[in-house]
């Protein structure tokens, strides 16, 4: 998954591009724009655009001091039914119609959330000018709230970035305070004797990162220890030196929150982001045409195989036909010409074997003679033999039984008819000796 991520300030606008994974993560490039006269936001932005690769996901993080907080007890612990509760619980707590706000919240300490909150209008108008410039943001939040990813940093401390102040306990967020200008020594030790006044327990040490805490370190008015975060070892080959570490940490924390699904999102309700939906759309009306063009191909390819399939077929028949009246020139046109070839191969597979078949039918051809003029019909079932015929008399007939004498048992002489000219048709059946082929 890529994460493009920027950070808008009023005079900086800072970018980096990672790409993350289960096993790593990668910094693809990363830039600093400066704003002023000569180049303006959308300048840098669409500078920023035209050298962009790939579809990261893009996240815009606005100053922190653009956001509110409150910490709300409920006995919940989804937060999709937080977020659904979280109106009624500070419709009336909080100055603003909640109808004006874009709501978002955070888990805190145990029964504890962070409710968080900016004006939509505040957020609209940032996503517009950056829609217009070029690149429109998919998630808008901000740095502060993604500080439980910020490497090297201990679960219970405060982290100053120099122009906010935020506390950690148990690696959740539990308070910021945010300005719009560099937090200075005294500011933080009088939020922290607020805080500890409140009740609130101060953590143990303040850890620094950014670019901008350098004259914190060393301050002796601050009531807790200072110590600026370094870079944790693991992360060498991501950030090569000290200088790269301190300006890109923050967005580094806020990709693996993007990643981990932890990040708040303020594009939410009216403000939710919908060029994707769309994209998605389009991908799937295009899917779908795709699947449609392949499904009718599909068929279209079936019905040709099909009628190769029927064509094949009625020539198969035809064959078969042809052969038919080859083998039976005799008969008359049978009702199922394939039935009766399989029935006349059964018979045929009735025969111990085609050869002895053959023997027969030569010995019946040796027996008939002259006389006969020719057997049309030979049909042996078992050790029953039928045999049909045309003769040149019906005393032919007599002699061609007399000469089967040596290959039948018994035979027996059928209806023999006789013809004008003196031939006659005759049928005769009898049973073969044994040892008989």
Not at 106 to 127: C, H, M, T, Y
Not at 276 to 301: E, V
């Amino acid at each position: 998954m890529e994460y493009l991520i920027l950070q808008s300030e009023e005079k900086r606008l800072t970018v980096a591009h990672f790409g993350i994974s289960r096993r790593s993560t990668e910094l693809i490039g990363a830039v600093s724009f400066v704003l002023d006269e000569e180049l303006s936001l959308s300048d840098a932005l669409r500078q920023i655009a035209a050298n962009m690769t790939g579809s990261p996901r893009v996240v815009l993080c606005l100053p922190a001091a653009r956001f509110a907080q409150r910490s709300v007890s409920l006995p919940l612990t989804d937060l999709r039914k937080v977020r659904e509760v979280l109106p009624t619980q500070l419709q009336g707590d909080i100055a603003l119609p909640i109808e004006e706000l874009a709501l978002e919240v955070l888990p805190a300490v145990e029964g504890q959330f962070l409710a968080l909150w900016a004006r939509k209008s505040d957020i609209n108008e940032e996503i517009v000018r950056f829609r217009d410039a070029g690149i429109e943001p998919q998630v808008v939040t901000s740095l502060p709230f993604a500080l439980a990813e910020l490497p090297g940093v201990p679960t219970d401390c405060a982290v100053c970035d120099g122009s906010t102040l935020a506390f950690l306990q148990g690696g959740r967020l539990t308070y910021f305070r945010a300005s719009d200008s560099a937090l200075t020594a005294p500011a933080i030790a009088a939020t922290l004797s607020a805080l500890e006044l409140s009740g609130v327990k101060l953590p143990q040490r303040i850890c620094l990162i950014g670019q901008v805490t350098g004259g914190l370190a060393d301050a002796e008015k601050l009531p807790i220890p200072v110590e600026a975060v370094e870079v944790p070892p693991g992360l060498g080959h991501l950030f090569k030196n000290d200088e790269t570490f301190q300006q890109l940490a923050g967005l580094y924390a806020v990709a693996r929150a993007g990643y981990a699904g932890t990040l708040p999102d303020f594009r939410r309700g009216e403000l939710a982001w919908t060029a994707g939906d769309a994209k998605l759309r389009r991908k799937l009306i295009l899917t779908g045409a795709l699947m449609a063009a392949a499904i009718l191909l599909l068929f279209i390819s079936k019905g040709l195989q099909y009628r190769a399939a029927v064509a094949d077929i009625s020539s198969l028949n035809k064959s078969i036909a042809s052969i038919y009246r080859e083998i039976f020139p005799a008969r008359i046109k049978a009702v199922d010409e394939i039935s009766e070839v399989k029935g006349e191969i059964r018979k045929l597979a009735g025969v111990e074997s085609s050869s002895g078949y053959l023997d027969l039918l030569k010995r019946l051809a040796e027996a008939k003679g002259n006389s006969i003029i020719g057997l049309y019909e030979a049909e042996l079932e078992g050790r029953s033999l039928r045999i049909k015929g045309d003769a040149r008399s019906a005393q032919a007939v007599n002699e061609f039984k007399a000469a089967l004498a040596p290959l039948l048992d018994a035979s027996e002489l059928g209806e023999v008819k006789s013809r004008p000219d003196g031939t006659a048709t005759f049928r005769l059946t009898g049973t073969l000796k044994e040892g008989t082929k």
